[in-house]
């Protein structure tokens, strides 16, 4: 057999394993809660994108130009974040490596969740809370003003299969995948984890503020497991 002849199973195992390997530079993100990414985030506002070009950003190790698109923004309202509005937004330039596309023109409103990077500009990737504005619930645009901050303290832990456990009074369990196989499901769209008096935490539904009596309830087993034990629930 030539040479030739038998580098051709060799190069089709190579091309095999080339579409069978995960790509290093997917981006790869942890589902999380809305309240969870609105803690998370230095900055939350409700905004526009008017337009966008692709910038220069330094050079990597090896001497070549890092380059990110900005995004000039029309600011609506700012839910968290400092005293100065955001001007821009900065992200990567593909989703290969958790870029952010937004639609251009002033004409879409997202609600968008980022890091700060200081002069009223922040940085945003796929991982971040970024979402169309007329997508959230009544109880989400609520949650941004106030009570998902009363929660910060706490825990959101995702339960992805049954049985589910707490290892903390401070948690409150998300169980969106497990009763509906949707991450944007029932409590992300209509819940909150709140901190109560006595330092545990529980979710609270509603868009109205909680009240005082919910708050000071003490040993709390609404809507989460017991400390310690295994989670049986239904919504």
Not at 75 to 95: C, R
Not at 143 to 171: F, V
Not at 193 to 218: N, V
Request: overall charge neutral; glycine content about 8%; hydrophobic content about 35%.
């Amino acid at each position: 057999m030539g040479a030739a002849a038998r580098s051709l199973p060799l190069a089709f195992c190579f091309l095999l394993l080339g579409t069978l390997l995960p790509r290093a530079d997917a981006c790869s993100c942890s589902p999380v809660h809305p309240q969870q990414a609105f803690c998370n985030a230095d900055i939350v506002i409700r905004a526009k994108a008017v337009n966008k070009k692709e910038v220069d950003s330094g050079n990597d190790i090896y001497g070549n130009p890092i380059k990110r698109i900005q995004y000039e923004i029309k600011q609506i309202k700012m839910f968290k974040g400092p005293d100065q509005d955001i001007e821009f937004i900065y992200t990567a330039p593909s989703s290969a490596v958790c870029g952010v596309s937004l639609d251009i023109g002033g004409k879409k409103e997202y609600l968008i969740a980022g890091k700060a990077e200081g002069n009223g500009n922040m940085h945003i990737t796929l991982c971040d809370f970024i979402v169309p504005w007329d997508t959230l619930s009544a109880t989400q645009k609520k949650s941004l003003n106030h009570r998902y901050q009363m929660g910060c303290e706490c825990k959101i832990t995702r339960c992805p299969m049954i049985p589910c456990y707490i290892s903390s009074p401070d948690e409150c369990l998300w169980m969106d995948w497990v009763t509906e196989k949707n991450i944007n499901g029932h409590q992300a769209k209509f819940f909150a984890c709140i901190k109560r008096s006595d330092g545990s935490c529980a979710w609270y539904r509603g868009a109205a503020p909680p009240k005082q009596e919910f708050l000071d309830i003490e040993d709390p087993f609404l809507h989460r497991g017991s400390f310690g034990s295994r989670v049986e629930m239904a919504w």
